[in-house]
């Protein structure tokens, strides 16, 4: 009986010694690649290491405030609380955002209303710049210029014309220039007469016959 149940024992313990075998050759490739894995992982761990100490010794020469600490990576929350919780934080994180968009409202009115008044005010100083009704009307400069020029009793350069009605109406800000083209207006209107003595230029107002032409000029005009 002995020499008919060896043959299965042998057998069974030949299939046991080859599936060891073959977990043995498995676990060692196993820990052969995890290794290389981990020697991988800590070459990469060294470079950040040290890519981290060179970007601090950065910061301090520029002068910048070093963090706190480390940035801590988060532990993965679980989905049953994690849903919630999110919930719950959009309703504060949305506040900034309505308080930011109340302020630029009110930004937007505050400057809307100080145009609308600047407007005003610019379109408020012509009318009140105006001459009222119950007011005379100012002279005009031709006018002023003619009647100097009627009241002397001698031709008068633009020089001198300039003078006079400057010291008689200084609020009125008579520049020099603006006196002889009136004057030139004149003449060329035959509302003034243009004399010269020697290099001088003298004008002075014609008879009634040209002021009334001059008159009849300037109320066509």
Known sequence: MMPESAGPVTELTSQYVSQVT????HNLKEQERITAEIAVLQEQLATLQHDHGTLLNMQQA????????RA?????????G??????DKKPAA??????????????????VAKKAVAKKATAGTPAATKASPSEPAQPT????????LAEQTEPRSAAEVSEALIQAYPERGIQRKVVRTTLENLVAKNGAQRTKQGTSVFYVVPG???????EDAETGA
């Not at 073959?22 to 050759?25: K, M, S, T, V």
């Not at 994690?82 to 919930?87: E, L, N, P, Q, V």
């Not at 009634?208 to 001059?214: C, L, V, Y």
Request: proline residues 7%.
């Open 72 to 80: 801590v990576v988060p532990a993965p929350r679980k989905k049953s």
């Open 141 to 148: 400069l031709i006018e002023l210029v003619r009647r100097h």
């Open 94 to 111: 949305a506040k900034p955002v309505a308080k930011k968009t109340v302020a630029k409202k009110t930004a937007t009115k505050k400057a």
């Open 62 to 69: 520029l002068g910048l405030a070093a963090p706190a600490g």
């Open 22 to 25: 073959n977990d043995l050759e």
């Open 208 to 214: 009634e016959s040209a002021q009334e032409t001059t």
């Open 82 to 87: 994690g849903t919630r919780r999110a919930d």
